[in-house]
């Protein structure tokens, strides 16, 4: 990847869009793309005319990065400033009429989040983090637990409430220019099986009854979470051939428990583990990652793959 300098150049130079244009046969749309994005593909020949105009060699008008490089030096912008806090905790405060504390910790490229503890109705903490994937710039949620304080809430308000935090996040993503949104899904410890269990996707029936019928806990928070992710259309992160399989037949078993008439979600999970164990299908119980796309790729992964034979 090449990061051009023509916005600091045209500055320096006191060189405006239509001059730049005016003096030479690239457009003012042109001009405005390379000069708006510093690793925007430049042709050779609009680089070589850009290099005779303003009279600077290859290396003074740009410098040569991996993809992962660029990656890296646009993830700054990215990060959990100040700037960045302000637009989070305005899109929180506007749309959910909550107020959080925030830490940001890493070099502004991880951070803590946690409810105000006057809030009456909600508890919520959450590990957020920036990062660079094979996809390009990743607004990733480590943790992200939201529970009810206020027992009256029903189930249907309570729901809602979460799809618009999760909404809130994806839109605080998208406005920064993220290629996507990941969200990890934890295992967790059923106390009503004193096991410890890989979340999936149950409908709404059942969680209705699991929220009227149980404390609320992990198991609630992780089986809410799975629920509106795979509505809102995320896809998880595949490993290889052996885990796409696995996971197969694991949906298959759990699309036959769920179409079973007269079990409620306890008789369910019941009867899906033993199912498991009978035709030996262990999990490890790892943390599940599901991927939403949310802006075009800054620089398409075949570039890094270039870069990678390079090297």
């Known amino acids: 990847m090449y990061k051009n300098n023509l916005k600091n150049l045209m500055i320096e130079r006191n060189i405006s869009n239509n001059k730049l244009a005016t003096e030479t046969s690239i457009s003012r749309q042109a001009i405005s793309k390379i000069k708006n994005n510093e690793f925007h593909d430049i042709s050779i020949n609009v680089l070589t005319e850009l290099l005779e105009y303003f009279d ?25 400033t100040n700037k960045n806090l302000q637009l989070l905790e305005s899109l929180i405060s506007k749309n959910l009429n909550i107020s959080c504390t925030y830490h940001s910790y890493s070099n502004n490229q991880s951070l803590n989040i946690y409810s105000k503890k006057h809030d ?18 990743t ?94 259309h995320y896809r998880e992160f595949s490993h290889d051939y052996a885990f796409q ?27 899906r583990l033993s199912m498991l164990s009978e035709k030996n299908i262990h999990s490890n119980h790892y943390t599940k990652i599901f991927f939403k796309q949310l802006n075009p790729e800054i620089i398409p992964k075949e570039k890094l793959e270039k870069d990678m034979l390079k090297r």
């Open 56 to 80: 600077v060699t290859f290396d003074e008008f740009g410098t040569i990065y991996t993809r992962n490089e660029c990656l890296q030096a646009l993830l700054p912008d990215k990060g959990f």
């Open 120 to 137: 009456k109705k909600f508890d919520f903490s959450g590990n957020f983090r920036v990062n660079t994937t094979l996809h390009g710039l």
């Open 139 to 232: 607004f990733e949620i480590i943790d992200f637990d939201l529970y009810i304080r206020n027992k009256k809430i029903n189930f249907d308000n309570f729901y809602r409430f979460y799809q618009n935090f999760i909404n809130q996040l994806e839109c605080y993503a998208s406005h920064l220019g993220f290629t996507q949104i990941a969200i990890n899904i934890n295992p967790y410890i059923d106390d009503n099986l004193s096991e410890l269990v890989d979340p999936r996707d149950i409908n709404i029936p059942d969680l209705k009854f699991l929220i009227a019928h149980s404390n609320y806990s992990n198991r609630e928070n992780e089986l809410i979470k799975m629920s509106i992710i795979k509505n809102r």
């Open 245 to 271: 399989t696995a996971n197969k037949k694991i949906n298959t078993i759990n699309h036959y428990i769920d179409s079973l008439p007269r079990l409620n979600f306890f008789e369910k999970e019941k009867r």
